[in-house]
T-cell receptor, first 113, second 115 residues
Framework: GDSVTQMEGPVTLSEEAFLTINCTYTATGYPSLFWYVQYPGEGLQLLLKATKADDKGSNKGFEATYRKETTSFHLEKGSVQVSDSAVYFCALRDNNAGNMLTFGGGTRLMVKP | EPEVTQTPSHQVTQMGQEVILRCVPISNHLYFYWYRQILGQKVEFLVSFYNNEISEKSEIFDDQFSVERPDGSNFTLKIRSTKLEDSAMYFC?????????????FGPGTRLTVT
C-alpha cells in the first residue's frame, strides 16, 4: 500500500537558519503530494502541494519539489522564523485510489530566537 | 475565512460508552472526512462521505463506527462502544471537490480519552 516517511523530530533551529524536512513516499499509482502544517491548538492547514513530477509547490517562503525519480518531496525554507514553529506533515493522495490522504508521522520544528 | 469547526475539543468517556463527535464543515463543501491520530502515531484516514453516503472507508472503520449528516450543517462520527484503543485525536475535514486542484480543510480536532 501507499506510505509516507518523513524525518523524525524534533528539529530545533535558530532563527534565520535553513530548514530541510525530508519526505519520501511509496505509491502504487501516481500521487499528488502535500505538506500540511499544524500550529499549536489548531487543525492541519495545507501549506503547499504538487500534482505532477517536477512541480514545485511554494507558499510563505516554503518550497518542495516533486521528485519522481527519488520518490521525494522534501520541504525547504531558506530562513526560518520563530513563528514557523509547528508540526509539519507530508502527505500523498494516490490519484488512482480515491480521496483519502496518507500522512507521514509529522516532524516538529522548534525555532529559537 | 471559512473554517471547519469541531466539538467538543476534549471528550473523556468510559470504556463501553457511546460517543458522538461533531463537526461543522465549510458551508459550500460537498465531501467530508474523518481522520484520527493516536498519540505518537501517524494521522490515519477513517472514512469519506459524499451525497449522504460513505464513499470510502479504511480497515479501521469497522462496525463500531458510523457517520451521519443529520442536517444541512453537521457531520458526526459515532463510536458505539468505545475501547481503550479508540483514544486519539479525531480530525474532521471537508473539501469542495475531489478533482485537482484539491484541498481538504481540517478542523482543530477532538481529543477523545477512553478510560
Amino acid at each position: 500500500g501507499d506510505s509516507v516517511t518523513q524525518m523524525e523530530g524534533p528539529v530545533t533551529l535558530s532563527e534565520e537558519a535553513f530548514l530541510t524536512i525530508n519526505c519520501t513516499y511509496t505509491a502504487t499509482g501516481y500521487p499528488s503530494l502535500f505538506w500540511y502544517v499544524q500550529y499549536p491548538g489548531e487543525g492541519l492547514q495545507l501549506l503547499l502541494k504538487a500534482t505532477k513530477a517536477d512541480d514545485k509547490g511554494s507558499n510563505k517562503g516554503f518550497e518542495a519539489t516533486y521528485r519522481k525519480e527519488t520518490t521525494s518531496f522534501h520541504l525547504e525554507k531558506g530562513s526560518v522564523q520563530v513563528s514557523d514553529s509547528a508540526v509539519y506533515f507530508c502527505a500523498l493522495r494516490d490519484n488512482n485510489a480515491g480521496n483519502m490522504l496518507t500522512f507521514g508521522g509529522g516532524t516538529r520544528l522548534m525555532v529559537k530566537p | 475565512e471559512p473554517e471547519v469547526t469541531q466539538t467538543p475539543s476534549h471528550q473523556v468517556t468510559q470504556m463501553g460508552q457511546e460517543v458522538i463527535l461533531r463537526c461543522v464543515p465549510i458551508s459550500n463543501h460537498l465531501y467530508f472526512y474523518w481522520y484520527r491520530q493516536i498519540l505518537g502515531q501517524k494521522v490515519e484516514f477513517l472514512v469519506s462521505f459524499y451525497n449522504n453516503e460513505i464513499s470510502e472507508k479504511s480497515e479501521i472503520f469497522d462496525d463500531q463506527f458510523s457517520v451521519e449528516r443529520p442536517d444541512g450543517s453537521n457531520f458526526t462520527l459515532k463510536i458505539r462502544s468505545t475501547k481503550l484503543e479508540d483514544s486519539a485525536m479525531y480530525f474532521c475535514a471537508s473539501s469542495e471537490e475531489v478533482e485537482a486542484p484539491y484541498e481538504q480543510y481540517f478542523g482543530p480536532g477532538t481529543r477523545l480519552t477512553v478510560t
